[in-house]
């Protein structure tokens, strides 16, 4: 007999295992269908092993610059582990995935184990949604919800041409499995994946050449924390080649090293790694859903959906994360599943805009964004004023000895409202959540600037940003 349930989910990453527990606490039956691990690329491929990663190299260069902080190491400069940092980037996702799956299970969802894919109606069933699961020993498990949610996430684009192996050409996943550091690594792409490994490998020691096809390194994001995440790459020996065109079909693996011509600056230069990492954004994962037995549309290779309820054309079927391109962020993800649950449980639903998902990067120093541009700010028609101050003013940088970078705010000159806040430096990854708290409460920048912070902490300088705001206002 076929299982049955209010809800099923289908993918046990952020927004599935997100969706499963909301839904659960909402008093549903729920089934939640994973062909490998829960915690999805995130946990295990994605975010938290190279998080875990960037905080070794944080730690290794921290330990190398501690004289500046009057400590003395014996014995010399202070020896990489690279096998112990693997050990400890898998001990810490394997504790997390220990914590995730009794967190599922303690919340009454049924997890099963398998390759789901949706079936039309059939004898269980007068309509699609039914998903047919292919157990680890064969065996094929039916379930028949009432409401279907699709979170089955996305993989790395490949480029075509490139000799991908895992080892020699990696993709940033595959990359997360090196067994030894390379002395020197190409990295293909400079979106937030690339920009992340190449601050983690020039901490380690490694040479880096960074090669993208746009005009500057991470080109969603403010011009100015482009400009700033490169030169701090460049003071620290990385490469950074922007506006280059990609030569795939000359790649070569040979003589322990890969090698691959660009054209940049009207000129073609042969480029040199020991080995390749490629980013270059991801794909979703649709191929072998069923959605062929589904009225489901998909548009630029995502699933479509109602942006405010995230409903299909099938609408007891919903779709949340990356599988609906957008943002493609754990956190969005994890929105989104909240939304869609509470659309199913007939509770009113409220989902953030996609220029409002926090944007964090993980590099040394960090970044971390919210709203708009400066120069999607001005394209969009606004009368746009910005302030920027650089963390070097304020006395907790340096205590802390980490004085790079800077806030810039990106307000309307027309009614003083902040359109977009954008950071550089130490923590500003924690510190960006107050703007999107701001950002849901609609908290204008008065508000913000008569805010007591303490003092002294690094969240001053959004304070003093959004004081610096409101003194250009009122002086207009």
């Excluded at 076929?2 to 606490?25: C, F, I, Q, S």
């Excluded at 190279?50 to 944080?58: D, G, H, P, Q, T």
């Excluded at 730690?59 to 190398?64: K, L, S």
């Excluded at 279907?148 to 000799?163: F, M, Q, V, Y």
Aim: proline share 4%; net charge negative; hydrophobic share 40%.
């Amino acid at each position: 007999m076929p299982m049955e349930a209010d809800v099923a989910v289908l993918g046990g990453g952020p927004g599935g295992y997100t969706a499963a527990v909301l839904a659960a606490r909402a008093g549903k039956s729920v089934v939640l269908i994973e062909r490998d691990k829960l915690g999805g690329t995130c946990l295990h491929r994605g975010c938290v092993p190279s998080k875990a990663l960037l905080r070794s190299a944080e730690v290794y260069a921290t330990v190398r610059d501690a004289e500046a902080f009057g400590i003395r190491l014996g014995g010399g400069e202070p020896a990489l582990d690279w096998s112990a940092v693997m050990a400890r980037k898998a001990a810490v996702v394997e504790r997390l995935h220990g914590s995730l799956r009794s967190l599922v299970e303690g919340s009454g969802v049924r997890i099963v184990h398998g390759a789901g894919r949706i079936i039309g109606p059939s004898i269980f069933s007068p309509r699609s949604g039914s998903v047919a699961v292919e157990l680890a020993d064969g065996e094929q498990e039916t379930v028949v919800p009432r409401h279907l949610i699709i979170a089955t996430g996305s993989r790395p684009i490949r480029i075509e041409g490139l000799p991908y192996d895992g080892d020699r050409v990696a993709t940033g996943e595959e990359a997360l499995n090196w067994e030894t550091l390379p002395s020197s690594v190409l990295i293909v792409g400079g979106g937030v994946t690339g920009t992340e490994w190449a601050s983690m490998l020039t901490d380690f020691g490694v040479r880096v050449t960074m090669v993208e096809t746009a005009e500057r390194i991470l080109p969603g994001e403010d011009r100015d924390i482009s400009a700033e995440l490169k030169k701090a790459l460049e003071r620290r020996g990385a490469e950074v080649i922007t506006g280059a065109r990609l030569l795939p079909e000359t790649c070569r693996v040979e003589d322990g090293a890969v090698s691959m011509e660009v054209e940049a600056d009207g000129r073609k230069r042969r480029l040199k790694g020991e080995r390749m990492l490629v980013s270059v954004g991801r794909q979703a994962n649709i191929e072998d859903l069923g959605l062929e037995n589904t009225d489901i549309r998909t548009e630029r290779g995502c699933i479509a959906v109602n942006p405010a309820t995230l409903q299909t054309d099938e609408p007891h079927i919903y779709a949340v994360g990356d599988v609906i391109g957008g943002v493609q962020l754990a956190h969005a993800a994890m929105h989104e599943a909240a939304v869609a649950v509470d659309h199913l449980c007939g509770r009113q639903a409220r989902r953030s805009a996609d220029r409002d998902v926090p944007r964090c990067i993980y590099s040394r120093p960090e970044a971390a964004a919210i709203g708009w541009t400066e120069d999607a700010a001005r394209e969009a028609g606004f009368d746009v004023m910005t302030i920027r101050m650089p963390m070097s003013a304020f006395g907790k940088a340096h205590v802390a000895g980490e004085t790079e970078g800077f806030i810039k705010v990106v307000a309307d000159r027309a009614t003083g409202d902040w359109l977009g806040v954008h950071m550089v430096g130490s923590h500003v990854t924690e510190l960006i959540a107050e703007a999107s708290l701001a950002r849901v409460l609609d908290a204008i920048p008065w508000e913000l600037a008569y805010t007591i912070h303490p003092h002294p902490t690094l969240s001053e300088a959004l304070q003093e940003a959004m004081q610096a705001v409101e003194t250009r206002r009122k002086a207009k």
